[in-house]
């Protein structure tokens, strides 16, 4: 489908569209028109990826001057499914030029109407002439080197670090001159040595590549994908990649260096922005670790002698690069070569600088921690003081103990005479040291890494506001009875990592099916949304039932709280609740628990009861554990009894990996089961701190911020249930406390629309009633006529567009005359 939206010509690849993906289009052009960032929440399974794909890869081609587009995903199936998206929309629009182009010739030469044009290849190099989108689109995706190394030795390695060092061994500059003077003496990559011969002209013919595409085009050029896309991004008109690519400081500055202002960013998926942020800028370090940091410390003390017996040379050009300051000696993004070293190749730039103030950018490094030897006792002073620390709070007399990072700096100068300022430059005055020592093996140094980060951190953050809390825990460890000492720098202030986006980028938009309440998230990430909306589901059938069980069949109320989650009779009903529900619900049901500690003692206290075994009679049963290998076996077995008509129930956690990204459309989910409100875990020390500096900052109430939180987790364990139209599916909350209004009030719109009031506060035989007339409902055909009346043909969306202009044509006219109650003439009207 090709139509006019608002003066934009827009390349939709499907037939017809649904009213609320039209609106969603409108919406998006809103924001790109007005250069601002958006807030947008889809309902899930009504297409909202090929709708961002679409309007925006239009508004790019109407609209050269803009930037690239940057698609954030979570997942790499997330990347891959993106990919295919963008080849779908990307040779319909082929298809479309093309046939313009055929019409026009055909009309100037009279010759009989064309043939539609054959589609090409979605995916890899295009063999259209003038390229994919039939304007030379180049689209890419960027991952780790786990997902696109192609040398065969490297790929024999499974763990991220193991690979990321085997490869850091083949291509760096050190390890490449070394076989330069003698050949073959060292193994080096063939890929890398291909790309790298090429030189920095290297470009990549147009089309959308995922990272199969990328694996197969560089295996036949011969050329590492890896290091190629790094080099690509330039030419490249979409880019997909992780969330971290572009929040997390230490990766951003190497990949997103290369952005123009005027690029579009999509945050899709991003109910959970927030924490990502935060996440990005915190660390946490324990006791094993700081050993772990000391060893790594000999080593470089027994490198740098090494190295001033032999190369002594080399380090005295570093201290006086050092002198010059970061920029100089090229530790940078963009900077210049330094006078004695050589700018470092793409292969060396293993260690990003984190979060840098500008003193640290512009000064020379301070004279205490340029040569060598004095920056590694510096670090040996530093790491004895954490531990010292740690054994404090560990002892008899400790406990937990938080502080703001000023004071942290303070407690630290008294005990050990370090200053705040060599601090901000430790992070990127160790990544010189471990370049200048030629150390390719980067992993054994994470620890030393992560202590360093931490030492940058707090002494960049120190002054003004504390946006950092420094908490240090007699027990960090999961394991019960484990007493595992650890330190945390607890990011509190989300917008850090995200302002900077919102300042430098003329579009950013935050979209996911699962937004509400919208209204905080400008709040927590700082930014003022020039659009922000919620859109409902239109559907010709209610294919979703939201049901709120409060009681038992005895009418025990029921609810994880705290207090009543050990009652006996709660986990009995809450037992009988999940029998009945296999003995009616065919094919697959998933039932979300609170925390791993309550699944598992819920399976302890079922299996006692017998009901385990009642529930096992009807349907298998799968467990997801915080292995992530055996809870992908799980979903492939709960897939597959779900497929040879056993049925399966999958027993998981809000919050976990199955919550996030894993659908269970059609037959593998009939039902979510969501026992209890997902909060989270309230006597948490980080959450302590992060809560009171909400309330203190952005006046946000500690249960307002709570509610939030756990709904949205909430919505998201039932949204995994729906994914189109045709499909249906229950969504159950186990939990009494959803009848209030401060939880079910901050639903999305679009489970709102079908939450009425007689499928609220049931009891258990209540609500299986429901269920049974519900499956009774939709096991009827589906009505044809009832579902294409939910779709906009062309004429549909004309006329949508005819009364929309009308009605911004009166809005203009009235606002001009100043009629408009608190108006400033920029409303649009909903219709």
């Known amino acids: 489908m090709r139509f006019n939206l608002d003066g ?7 037939d017809r569209l649904y009213k609320e ?26 297409g909202k990826t090929v709708c961002l794909l679409s309007l925006i ?70 063999t259209n002439p003038n390229g994919a989108g039939n304007s030379n689109v180049l689209g890419l995706c ?51 040595e291909g790309f790298s ?142 006078r004695n070293l050589q700018n470092p190749p793409v292969s060396d730039q293993a260690m990003g600088s984190a979060v840098l103030s500008s003193d640290v950018i512009n000064e020379a490094v301070p004279g205490n921690i340029r040569r060598a030897e004095h920056f590694v ?86 002054e003004g506001v504390a946006k950092f809390a420094v908490i240090l825990e007699p027990n960090g460890s999961a ?6 000492p650890r330190l945390q720098l607890a990011c509190l202030d989300a917008s850090l990592a995200i302002e900077p986006l919102f300042k430098r980028f003329s579009s950013v938009v935050i979209t996911s099916g699962t937004l509400s309440p919208i209204d905080l998230y400008p709040k927590l990430l700082k930014f003022e949304p020039k659009v922000s909306e919620s859109f409902s589901m239109s559907t010709f059938r209610p294919c979703i039932r939201p049901i709120i069980v409060s009681r038992g069949s005895d009418q025990t109320q029921i609810s994880t709280r705290y207090q009543d989650r050990d009652d006996a009779n709660v986990t009995r009903n809450y037992g009988l609740l999940m029998e009945e529900l296999c003995s009616t619900i065919p094919d697959g049901i998933v039932a979300f628990f609170t925390s791993y500690s309550y699944l598992e003692s819920i399976i302890v206290d079922w299996d006692r009861m017998g009901i385990l075994s009642s529930i096992a009679k009807k349907k298998l049963i799968f467990i997801e554990t915080k292995d992530v290998m055996e809870t992908s076996l799980a979903l492939t077995n709960f897939r597959k009894a779900c497929d040879c008509g056993k049925g399966a129930v999958f027993l998981s956690v809000a919050r976990g990996k199955v919550s996030e990204g894993i659908n269970f459309d059609r037959h593998y989910g009939r039902a979510v089961v969501l026992f209890g409100v997902p909060f989270q875990y309230t006597k948490s020390h980080v959450l302590i701190a992060r809560l009171e500096y909400l309330q203190t900052h952005f006046q946000i109430k500690e249960a307002d911020f709570l509610n939030f939180d756990a709904l949205r987790q ?93 009605e911004k044509m009166i809005q203009v006219q009235i606002g001009e005359a100043g009629h408009i109650p608190g108006g400033n003439g920029d409303e649009f009207i909903d219709i």
């Open 8 to 14: 934009l010509d827009v390349f939709f690849p499907f």
């Open 21 to 46: 993906q039209y609106m969603y289009m409108r919406s998006l052009k809103r924001t790109l028109d007005a250069s601002g960032h958006c807030l947008l929440e889809m309902p899930t399974g009504t």
């Open 57 to 126: 890869t239009s508004y790019q081609y109407a609209h050269p001057e803009r930037g690239k587009l940057v698609y954030c995903t979570r997942t790499v199936p997330e990347m891959d499914s993106v990919m295919e998206e963008l080849g779908v929309v990307l040779a319909f629009r082929e298809e479309c030029l093309s046939a313009d182009a055929t019409n026009v010739t055909s009309s100037s030469s009279s010759s009989p109407n064309p043939k539609k044009q054959k589609r090409g290849p979605l995916l890899g190099e295009s």
């Open 142 to 192: 960027l991952s780790s080197r786990r997902n696109m190394c192609i040398h065969d030795k490297v790929m024999e390695e499974s763990d991220r670090e193991l690979v990321d060092n085997a490869c850091r061994q083949m291509t760096s500059s050190w390890v490449r001159t070394a076989n330069e003077k003698k050949p073959n003496s060292v193994p080096t990559c063939e890929y890398y």
């Open 197 to 338: 011969s090429e030189g920095t002209d290297i470009t990549m013919p147009s089309g959308v590549y995922d990272l199969d595409s990328l694996r197969s085009w560089g295996k036949k050029k011969g050329w590492c994908p890896y290091y190629l896309t790094r080099r690509a991004i330039n030419h490249a008109n979409v880019l997909v990649f992780n969330y971290q690519y572009m929040l997390d400081p230490k990766v951003a500055k190497m990949v997103s260096k290369e952005l123009e202002q005027e690029s579009i960013i999509v945050f899709d998926e991003a109910h959970n922005l927030d924490n990502i942020c935060i996440e990005a800028l915190s660390i946490e370090i324990n006791a094993v670790g700081l050993d772990k940091a000391s060893k790594s410390i000999s080593r470089l003390s027994r490198e740098v002698a090494n190295m001033k017996a032999t190369d002594a040379n080399r380090l005295r050009e570093e201290y006086n690069s050092l002198v010059n300051g970061l920029v100089e000696q090229g530790l940078l993004p963009n900077a210049p070569a330094p």
């Open 377 to 462: 006792a510096f670090l040996k002073k530093l790491v004895e003081h954490l531990k010292n620390r740690l054994r404090v709070v560990a002892s008899n007399d400790g406990g937990v103990v938080s502080e703001s990072p000023m004071r942290f700096l303070h407690h630290l100068k008294l005990q050990t005479s370090l200053e705040t300022k060599p601090l901000k430059f430790c992070y990127s005055r160790l990544s010189s040291l471990l370049r200048t020592l030629q150390v390719s093996n980067l992993d054994e140094f994470n620890y030393l890494s992560d202590v360093a980060d931490f030492a940058t951190l707090l002494s960049t953050y120190s």
């Open 479 to 484: 394991i019960p009875g484990a007493l595992e």
């Open 714 to 806: 909430a919505s998201q364990c039932v949204g995994r249930v729906i994914r189109s139209k045709t499909d249906y599916g229950l969504m159950i909350f186990a939990d009494a406390r959803y009848n209030r209004s401060d939880k079910k009030n901050k639903l999305p719109k679009w489970i709102k629309q079908f939450l009425h009031e007689h499928y609220m506060n049931l009891s258990s035989d209540q609500a299986i009633t429901h269920v049974r007339n519900f499956l009774r409902e939709m096991s009827q055909p589906i009505d044809q006529v009832k579902l294409q009346q939910v779709f906009f043909t062309i004429e549909a969306i004309e006329d949508m567009e005819k009364k929309m202009q009308e």
